[in-house]
């Protein structure tokens, strides 16, 4: 999607082992979310992120941690990867002053074996 | 009260039938109801989105239909298409503090030709 970048599209990981994901923005928003996607689950928000430094967390937060340093950047790690966490992760967006839709990125799916 | 419920869980429909997903909500601090359309292997997008000042918004096809007392919307498809073949998912959201939505499970629709 323009504008919104993650990395990597497909990851195969074992369990224990830390794991992170990159969201990459280009649209100077403010506002990031990181969603796991489940079937009969939905979206669920894992952390988001209103400024540089400053996050919180989501409904399913555990076990996950974040971390923005730059605007562009929202990186989501998985201290230590259980099965639990096999998903398609999803990278959100968006500008609350114009626009309140999300963007979302194309996600990566992430199997932990 | 965080939850959205949405139903049904899968739909078939005709060509040129008219498709009906249908959400329901608890909270009602939420004023910003989107339908985010996703197709396989891409992150959703937003599709129409309404706020509950109106009970209806119509944006060619797709029409929200919005009961603020009974705290249910709904989405609408006309003259569905095979095109239209996708999960659907609806969500809500507070229009103040940090624009975390809650989405709805999502309905796989699948238009018949």
């Known amino acids: 999607d323009a504008g919104i970048t993650q990395s990597p599209r497909h990851k195969v990981t074992e369990t224990g082992t830390p794991v992170t994901l990159r969201c990459h923005q280009t649209?100077?928003?403010?506002?990031m979310y990181w969603y796991r996607q489940d079937p009969g689950h939905g979206l669920r928000l894992i952390h988001y992120?209103?400024?540089?430094?400053?996050?919180d967390k989501g409904e399913v937060s555990d076990g996950y941690s974040v971390s923005r340093s730059k605007t562009e950047d929202f990186l989501l790690t998985l201290e230590s990867a259980t099965s639990s966490q096999t998903s398609v992760y999803f990278c959100?967006?968006?500008?609350?002053?114009?626009?309140?839709?999300?963007?979302f990125g194309s996600g990566t799916r992430l199997t932990v074996v | 009260q965080q939850q959205v419920k949405q139903s049904p869980q899968s739909l078939i429909v005709q060509k040129g039938g008219i498709s009906i997903i249908n959400c329901a909500y608890e909270?009602?601090?939420?004023?910003?109801f989107p339908w985010y359309q996703q197709f396989p292997g891409k992150g959703p997008a937003l599709l129409i989105a309404?706020?509950?000042?109106?009970s209806e918004k119509k944006e060619g096809r797709f029409t929200i239909s919005f009961n603020k007392s009974a705290k249910q919307f709904s989405l609408h498809i006309m003259d569905s298409q095979p095109g239209d073949s996708a999960t659907y998912f609806c969500?809500?959201?507070?229009?103040?503090?940090?624009?975390?939505?809650?989405f709805g499970t999502g309905t796989r629709l699948k238009v018949l030709a």
């Open positions: 992120s209103y400024g540089v430094k400053d996050t």
């Open positions: 909270n009602t601090a939420f004023d910003y």
């Open positions: 959100a967006i968006s500008d609350s002053v114009w626009n309140y839709g999300y963007t």
């Open positions: 649209e100077n928003h403010r506002y």
């Open positions: 309404i706020r509950p000042d109106v």
């Open positions: 969500a809500a959201s507070m229009s103040s503090g940090t624009y975390k939505y809650i």
